[in-house]
């Protein structure tokens, strides 16, 4: 059951995440080597622009702003939050050269795949679990036996609860180092 | 509780990135490698670059005289031979900044 999951929800999921961060890579790649270099810059500026309209999300939550639906402002934090992050994982590709922006990319790859988590792996854990149940139920099962045969995914659905507790705080450092990023071109570049 | 943690982390993080940033600059927010003749200056970031302007000609020109390019080194040296296609070129420069044809970081 465990085993199941794991293959067919969780490796998947890790697999096209690092296929699309390699892509990212990719196509940064061809971007800078050629004509379209300048351009780079800009999706750094898209990108950080749609994750802080995202943020109006995260205000709402915390009630420090009192408009919009918590729940449409939901999907569009969702929407911006992704299409920023993809921006900026274009815009800085892999390069190594910096410390600085090179914390706030992990930070922030970090950051999406905890709200990934949260978003689809943890309702597919709770999903699996739920059909289980009715399964077992049908087989007439004993409730002990029914929960011990569902103690292994209910132990990753209850560690996958906590996304949050990744989400948020790596935010914070993403953020922190992402203004770093844009203070010291600010200082050393030439606009 | 949670918006004061969140506040201090950040602090913490900013804190930590711009202590970094003074004491390793080049590790930590070098946008590329040094070229091989200015890597004796890459923890020194203020000896080309201007804050808030990039790193302007008149600070190559302390070192890098216009009337000397292609004939004497920066240490004083005369170039044997001189460099006159290059001489020649610099000196016939009108509004052209270094920075656009040199990169030092690449």
């Keep these: ?191 | 509780m949670v918006k004061h943690t969140a506040l201090i982390s950040f602090l913490i993080a900013f804190v930590l990135g711009v202590a970094g940033i003074i004491v390793f600059p080049y590790y930590t927010i070098n946008p590329g490698v040094m070229i091989e003749d200015h890597m004796h200056l890459k923890n020194d970031c203020l000896s080309c670059h201007t804050l808030g302007f990039g790193a302007q000609t008149e600070k190559c020109v302390e070192c890098h005289r216009v009337s000397g390019i292609g004939i004497r080194r920066v240490s004083g040296e005369e170039r044997e031979p001189a460099n006159t296609k290059s001489s020649f070129l610099h000196q016939s420069i009108i509004n052209i900044q270094c920075y656009d044809c040199h990169t030092e970081h690449n």
């Design chain 1, 1 to 191: 059951m465990t085993a199941r999951f794991t293959f067919t929800k969780i490796l998947p999921f890790i697999i096209i995440y690092a296929v699309l961060i390699g892509a990212a890579a990719i196509l940064h790649y061809y971007m800078h080597s050629s004509g379209l270099k300048w351009t780079l810059r800009y999706l750094g500026i898209a990108g950080t622009a749609l994750i802080l309209i995202s943020f109006f999300y995260s205000l709402r939550k915390r009630k420090v702003i009192n408009f919009g639906k918590a729940k449409s402002l939901l999907q569009i934090h969702e929407l911006l939050a992704w299409t920023g992050s993809l921006l900026i994982l274009l815009h800085a590709g892999f390069e190594f050269d910096a410390v600085i922006p090179r914390m706030a990319v992990f930070a922030m790859l970090i950051v999406v795949a905890s709200g990934l988590t949260g978003k689809y792996l943890l309702k597919q854990a709770r999903e699996s679990i739920k059909e289980k149940r009715l399964e077992l139920k049908a087989k007439n099962l004993s409730e002990e036996e029914i929960e011990k045969e569902l103690f292994a995914l209910s132990l990753i659905a209850d560690k996958m609860q906590l996304w949050r507790n990744v989400h948020i705080p790596l935010t914070v450092i993403f953020a922190a180092f992402a203004l770093l990023h844009i203070i010291t071109i600010l200082l050393f570049w030439r606009w």
